[in-house]
């Protein structure tokens, strides 16, 4: 089965966004390297899970089909599917799951084929998926700022033993990887 | 003056502790590289910092003489200094300051000469010299573990940009470095 990425981009103190939701902060005043660091996202990528706030972050929907950095089935697992499917193209549709986590992670490795299931966000899709065992790997991101406050990518993870894949720095982005080790 | 350089070892969920207290669970299992690693620190380390709780910590404290990993001169911040000042040697002693963070920080200061302070913990002190206004530099040494619970080495910490200087990938220990950019 296609192995399941899950993982956020986080200030060196563990929010992936402020106390008003806002993500700029992460990204503000520092060089990014979008280009080489998405493209091997990309390459790895078969297809996207992520949940309903995520969804509902981009402010048109079918903007995604239109030109989202990651041109790949998006399975998204929420309680209540948009009554309008949103556009979609020869790569990239979607798929609205309501019966739970794990059908969403069923739902997405069917799609991603041969290549991984790369969870978009947001913190809580994270940790359900944590909780329930269904994560092979952690790609967490640390950028170069102290938030103070606001939504943490780990709370109250499982306690897990992880096996360190790599450390890849580019520029302001450290991105830390691990194999998730499940407790025997 | 010397500059101070705070961080601690830490869970990928960013604890330095599981909820007992207990640091063992971000070393155990992992192949540690301290040799190599703990060189470095020192060399740049001219005094050392602590708060009372970090200090307590030693099963006996004439033992820092005997065969502390820093023997450097230690300033510990306290509101109640020990009644018998731990034993010392030619290049380890102990100042406990009781007049807090900012005098404490002064007098390791003063003692480091042309090398560093280096904060060897806690979470509490950590916290107190980012609150403070006090910290040049962040050592952050992340563990491949998730901890679930504990104590945290960022709680509320004050929003704040940073530079990363570095990244050293050894073994299981990634230790990312950055230059704390005061607010202006």
């Known amino acids: 089965m296609a192995k399941v990425i899950a993982g956020m981009t986080i200030s060196l103190d563990g929010f992936i ?5 806002d993500h700029g902060m992460l990204y503000s005043d520092f ?3 979008d280009g080489p660091y998405l493209d091997e996202v990309r390459e ?6 992520m949940g309903r706030t995520t969804f509902d972050g981009a402010e048109d929907p079918d903007g995604y089909a239109d030109g989202y950095e990651f041109q790949v089935p998006i399975v998204v697992l929420t309680h209540d599917p948009p009554a309008v499917e949103p556009k979609r193209n020869d790569r990239l549709f979607f798929s609205f799951v309501t019966a739970g986590v794990e059908a ?5 490795a069917e799609l991603a084929g041969d290549r991984a299931v790369t ?6 899709l994270n940790q359900q998926l944590l909780a329930a065992g269904l994560v092979d790997e952690l790609w967490v991101d640390v950028m170069p700022v102290l938030l103070g406050d606001g939504l943490r990518l ?3 993870a499982p306690r897990l033993a992880l096996e360190k894949l790599g ?18």
Not at 104 to 108: G, H, L, T
Not at 119 to 124: C, F, H, L, R, S
Not at 167 to 183: E, I, Q
Request: proline share 2%.
């Open 17 to 21: 966004a402020d106390e008003r939701g």
């Open 31 to 33: 060089e990014e390297l």
């Open 44 to 49: 790895v990528t078969g297809a996207a899970l």
């Open 104 to 108: 969403a992670v069923a739902r997405a």
């Open 119 to 124: 969870v978009i966000g947001g913190a809580d």
């Open 154 to 156: 780990f709370e109250r």
């Open 167 to 184: 450390v890849v720095d580019m520029g302001a982005r450290t991105s830390l990887r691990f194999r998730v080790l499940r407790p025997g």
